[in-house]
Nanobody
Framework: QVQLVESGGGLVQAGGSLRLPCAVSGVNSNTMGWFRQAPGKQRELVATITRVQTTNYAESLKGRFTISRDNAKNTVFLQMNNLKPEDTAVYYC???????????WGQGTQVTVSS
């Protein structure tokens, strides 16, 4: 059974930081990553990372967000710095890249950035 469990979300003031871990079990895939979905908007890619640490970011988030992974623990992390109110969204962890998205998803963790 595949499980992805995110944590680390919460309420933070603009300019603050959060780190989101996602523990994955039941699947060991090359590509893991994060999407997010803001209210009234479509889910959008945040970042992906491969087993050999090759990363890909949404252009608008480069420099503020950093994705990393611990292959031994099958865990992916998202470090978010200098957060802005427009970063408010539910952040979803994904595993096993197929086509243009992930096959497996976590339940999501809410990130709210206040101004």
């Amino acid at each position: 059974q595949v499980q992805l469990v995110e944590s680390g979300g919460g309420l933070v003031q603009a300019g603050g930081s959060l780190r989101l871990p996602c523990a994955v079990s039941g699947v060991n895939s090359n590509t893991m990553g994060w999407f997010r979905q803001a209210p009234g908007k479509q889910r959008e890619l945040v970042a992906t990372i491969t087993r050999v640490q090759t990363t890909n970011y949404a252009e608008s988030l480069k420099g503020r967000f950093t994705i990393s992974r611990d292959n031994a623990k099958n865990t992916v992390f998202l470090q978010m710095n200098n957060l802005k109110p427009e970063d408010t969204a539910v952040y979803y962890c994904g595993s096993l890249w197929v086509g243009d998205s992930f096959r497996y998803w976590g339940q999501g963790t809410q990130v709210t950035v206040s101004s």
